[in-house]
């Protein structure tokens, strides 16, 4: 915990290990994503994305930050020294509302694509609609692997962005930058686009809940006279870095997150 976090706590929550554990309250049996699940999707995805991605979804989620959260964003300029390409997007993973609007929100007007979990397309209705939202979900075999990579290059070499949460899991109103691994970074050096992150930040606000800033930092490139397993550690370094940093800036913690161990559990309860 930060120092300057004010200390006002609504819950605590103990972890045992930072890379698996999931905290989202959504209990979601998701769908086997194989060799026939469609990662384009056709002309109905087309049709669906102008409509839900940009008519719907964005305006919305603009609205809803603003109005739930007074969300405020601090380096947006930033994006411009990516102007006219593509980019990967990294954040934190600590609001499974927000989350799923902030990519878009951010970089607009480019268009942004999100690399989820399967969960997030096996919703019943709404998981018919979130491909058209840019979710590009894991793969669960090797079969649907070659075709996951494809939209990601697809989607990178039309100048989009493509969105990566590194932590992988939910840890809601969580105020530390919690450790993810770099195989994710992969990506930007294997398509030679840079790297951007933004980092979600819980503030004192005026009403019940906190305010929401978000920080930008970027770009980042890869350092080339590096092999590649030390290009994607040294990109992922950076990023964290970056990331933690500014998580420096949160001022609420609505939600203590403790990692279970004996010496800690007896000092909460005392």
Request: proline content about 6%.
């Amino acid at each position: 915990m930060q120092e300057n976090v004010n200390t006002t706590t609504r819950s605590i929550v103990y972890y045992e290990n930072e890379l698996e554990d999931e905290f989202s309250e959504a209990k979601i049996d998701a769908r086997h994503i194989g060799a026939d699940y469609d990662y384009d999707g056709g002309l109905m995805r087309k049709i669906g994305r102008g409509l839900f991605y940009y008519v719907i979804a964005r305006p919305l989620g603009l609205i809803f930050l603003k109005l739930k959260y007074g969300h405020k964003v601090v380096g947006r300029e930033k994006f411009k020294e990516a102007k006219g390409t593509g980019f990967f997007l990294y954040g934190n993973h600590t609001n499974p509302v927000a989350d799923a609007f902030m990519p878009a929100i951010l970089v607009r007007p480019k268009s942004a694509y999100v690399i989820v979990h399967p969960a997030n397309v096996s919703i019943p209705v709404l998981g018919k609609i979130t491909p058209s939202l840019g979710a590009i979900p894991l793969p669960d075999d090797m079969h649907a692997l070659k075709a996951f990579e494809k939209k990601i290059e697809k989607e990178a070499r039309k100048d989009h962005v493509v969105a990566i949460y590194p932590e992988a899991h939910i840890w809601p109103f969580c105020t530390f930058i919690r450790n993810f691994k770099e195989p994710s970074f992969r990506y930007p050096i294997k398509y030679d686009k840079p790297v951007f992150c933004f980092t979600d930040t819980y503030q004192k606000g005026k009403g019940k809940n906190p305010k929401m800033v978000t920080y930008i930092e970027g770009p980042f490139y890869a350092d080339k006279s590096l092999p590649m397993k030390d290009q994607k550690k040294d990109l992922r370094d950076r990023v964290f870095a970056a990331m933690s940093e500014n998580a420096k800036k949160n001022t609420v913690e609505l939600v203590k997150y403790v990692k279970r161990d004996v010496e800690n559990v007896k000092g909460e309860e005392t």
